[in-house]
Nanobody, 115 residues
């Protein structure tokens, strides 16, 4: 049973930055493309960013140019650097494999952007 543990969320003012981290207990972690997703209140979970096994990255249009996904295969971790945060980025952020998500969801980490 793979466990995903997200951390790094918090309350930040518009224009601020946060760095999210996710550690996965998966064997062969490096063989998975990994993604960050988010779910805002009353909305469906959406894909935010993906990093392939070889490090190729893709982003949702809404975060392109502001967010950066990265990974450390030795540590079995994936990161999301979020800059230029906006109130509409407020959500619970989750990591998982690239879509369709293959692992059970973790608890996520809350990101709130507000002045």
């Amino acid at each position: 049973q793979v466990q995903l543990v997200e951390s790094g969320g918090g309350l930040v003012q518009p224009g601020g930055s946060l760095r999210l981290s996710c550690v996965a207990s998966a064997a062969f972690f490096s063989s998975y493309g990994m993604s960050w997703y988010r779910q805002a209140p009353g909305k469906q979970r959406e894909l935010v960013a993906t990093i392939s096994r070889i490090g190729r990255t893709t982003y949702a249009d809404s975060v392109k140019g502001r967010f950066t996904i990265s990974r450390d295969n030795d540590k079995k971790m994936v990161y999301l650097q979020m800059d230029g945060l906006k109130p509409e980025d407020t959500a619970v952020y989750y990591c998982n494999t690239d879509a369709p998500a293959q692992f059970n969801w973790g608890q996520g980490t809350q990101v709130t952007v507000s002045s």
